[in-house]
């Protein structure tokens, strides 16, 4: 088992680039099956869930060519199975894209039914109904979620909660459905709005994604492609406060500054100075930052997936800050482990209210999930001596070279898997 051993303490500084969207690139390989010809695509992160992914799209007999770390280049053509394993599910949930994406293409699926992970229950609920909706038989048999049409035909869908799961693996159902189908009450999101653009650049008609409503016009074949995937709004995002949390100065670069609108307010609000370029933000802290009220919301709104990052940040700031969690029940779990580092917390049902301190203490810590693996990781660099984050092949599965790029700002981190290692790094930082 590795961990992150970090000595912190001093600002970080520098420029960091930023790699493709992961949660994009998920969605985007699966739709990548759904055509017989070769798809390129390019600026894909390299981290384990992709990597998981492309096996996972191999399996079912599609050719996946590794072109370099960061484009990859699938034929669909020789998919001749259309199930979906547990043991895919199990490493990363985001497999169920397979499921719209062989019920588009093929109009029938078997793919594991997820269960819940760390940071809630995660229902399926409005997948299926999307499924069912255009026209597609849907059983849950021995585990498994079981999806078959003899046609699929376009429909008029109302999503009752807003999701980004649902959204894209509905839209991708729908591609190549007879017919009109019109989602309401969709997910907004820059990667739902990236994967409507590469089945697009693949002669998909899809209208309207970013918007409320998505028109699907489908359409009878898909076609070859070469896309390049927007950049990781919450990699840019978890740098960011990674900048304010240890009173630095960190560009990030290759971003896409709309997409960090709501990451932006906040900073300025617990007084940050942000600088936005065309395709790049700086982010510096002076001095002690203020508290705020947060609260998580579908995008535009503030992002689940940078809570735990702005709660290292406000755990440091002056005066009492509070944050609301409105998408995850289980969110809260990293907020145990900061109080083992001397944060002031109390957390009730899905708020948490936090006093902030003037420091935190070193300790040995361990990653309830990905992003709250990241937040810990910044609380060790805003912090005198020494952290030890374990059971970071969370944070592997979703930041690329993550201990690089800090090294990269000045961070002092290390990745080690044994006592040896982890005294042999003492040592050096003294
Ligand atoms: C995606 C992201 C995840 C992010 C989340 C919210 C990927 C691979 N993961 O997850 O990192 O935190 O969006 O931005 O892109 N819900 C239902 N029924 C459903 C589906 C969802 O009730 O059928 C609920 C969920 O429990 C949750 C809310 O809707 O409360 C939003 O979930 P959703 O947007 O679907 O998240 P994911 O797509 O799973």
Redesign the pocket.
């Known amino acids: 088992m590795e961990q992150y051993i970090i000595k912190g303490g001093s600002p970080l500084v520098g420029e960091v680039e930023i790699g493709g969207a ?2 994009a690139a ?2 985007i390989l699966a739709a990548a099956i759904m055509t017989d010809e070769t798809v390129t695509i390019d600026n894909l992160p390299d981290v384990n869930d992709i990597n998981v992914m492309l096996e996972a799209i191999d399996g079912i007999g599609a050719s996946v060519q590794r072109l370099d770390r960061h484009t990859v280049k699938i034929n669909g053509s020789g998919v001749a199975d259309f199930s979906i394993d547990y043991d895919f599910i199990k490493k990363i ?2 497999s169920y894209y397979l499921l719209g994406a062989l019920l588009g293409k093929y109009n029938k699926a078997e793919v594991a039914l997820p269960g819940g992970c760390n ?10 109904k999307g499924f069912r909706a255009l026209g597609a038989e849907v059983d849950i048999e021995h585990g498994k979620i079981v999806a078959e049409a003899e046609v699929l035909r376009g429909t008029h869908l109302y999503f ?7 959204t ?1 693996n509905v839209m991708m159902a729908a591609a190549m459905a007879d017919g009109l189908t019109i989602m309401e009450n969709v ?1 907004k ?1 820059p ?1 739902v709005v990236d994967v409507a653009n590469f089945l697009n650049s693949m002669g998909a008609n899809i209208k309207g994604a970013g918007t409320d409503i998505i028109k699907i016009r489908g359409v009878k074949s898909l076609h070859k492609s070469e896309y390049s995937i927007i950049p990781d709004q919450i990699e840019a995002g978890t740098f960011m406060f990674a900048a304010a949390a240890t009173k630095g100065d960190v560009t990030v670069t290759n971003v896409i500054p709309k997409h960090l609108e709501a990451t932006v307010a906040k900073l300025t609000d617990i007084g940050c100075e942000v600088e936005e370029f065309d395709d790049a933000v700086r982010v510096v802290a002076k001095g002690r930052l203020r508290s705020t009220q947060v609260k998580t919301l ?2 535009p709104g503030y ?3 940078m809570q735990p990052q702005i709660g290292v940040c406000l755990a440091l700031c002056s005066g009492t800050s509070t944050i609301t969690e409105s ?2 029940e289980n969110r809260f779990k990293y907020l145990d482990e900061l109080a083992r580092m001397g944060a002031n917390i109390k957390v009730e049902g899905n708020s948490a209210t936090i006093e902030g301190v003037e420091k935190f203490s070193g300790a040995r810590v361990s990653a309830p999930d990905l992003r709250a693996g990241a937040a810990l990781c910044i609380a060790g660099l805003a912090t005198d001596g020494i952290t030890i984050v374990d059971d970071i092949v969370y944070i592997q599965r979703g930041y690329e070279r993550f201990e690089e790029k800090l090294r990269g700002i000045g961070g002092i981190i290390e990745r080690v898997s044994s006592e040896k290692d982890i005294q042999k790094f003492k040592l050096k930082v003294g």
């Open positions: 992961k949660n998920l969605a949930r985001a940071i809630g229950s995660r229902p399926i609920d409005q997948h299926l009752d909660v807003v999701t980004v799961g649902a894209i997910a999101e990667h579908p995008y992002p689940t997936d998408i995850f």
